[in-house]
């Protein structure tokens, strides 16, 4: 009989992540196998995060999971007022699409994050404390802009310029 092969724990990792990285659906039965695995792989599974709710599903929103686990996201998409009251458990987001009307109680949350993108609501875009947020993005992009009132984008206009 052959001994029994241990890899080196830096290729064990490689191994899973590239295994991780191939096949998403399988991820649960990946961070089964070991707790090494499961701390090597959990902030990939949590890396990108999507709160939207398709043509009015109920959300599985498990607040615990994400006390736990938000700081490691990354990228967040937003699409439900509902749960933009969550995103302070998300505090270390670079990447953001907040698809939802914008609520001036997010600025202090917006703040706080290391933003360098976001997709926004043009009318987020009014409110002249949100300026203070995109000083430090190097990426903006405006969704369901409406062409027919351009005047009412006078002082966004001025700041990109």
């Not at 699409?79 to 933009?84: D, E, F, I, N, R």
């Not at 703040?111 to 993005?137: D, G, H, K, M, W």
Request: charged share 20%; proline share 7%; hydrophobic share 40%.
């Amino acid at each position: 009989m052959s001994p029994l092969l241990c890899f080196p724990p830096e290729l064990e990792y490689e191994i899973f992540l590239f295994a991780f990285q191939n096949d998403h659906k399988d991820a649960k039965n990946l961070i089964l196998i070991a707790k090494r695995v499961f701390d090597w792989l959990i902030p990939h599974v949590f890396r990108v995060v999507t709160l939207y709710d398709y043509h009015s599903t109920p959300i599985r929103f498990n607040e615990s999971v994400y006390q736990r686990y938000g700081h490691h996201t990354r990228h967040l998409l937003i699409g439900s007022p509902k749960l933009g009251k969550y995103l302070h458990l998300f505090p270390n987001i670079i990447d953001m699409a907040l698809w939802i009307r914008y609520d001036p109680i997010y600025l202090p949350l917006l703040l706080q994050l290391p933003l360098a993108r976001i997709s926004i609501n043009p009318e987020a875009l009014l409110c002249t404390q949100l300026l203070q947020v995109l000083t430090s993005l190097t990426h903006l992009e405006i969704t369901d802009y409406d062409y027919s009132d351009h005047d009412s984008f006078r002082s966004i206009r001025t700041f990109l310029c």
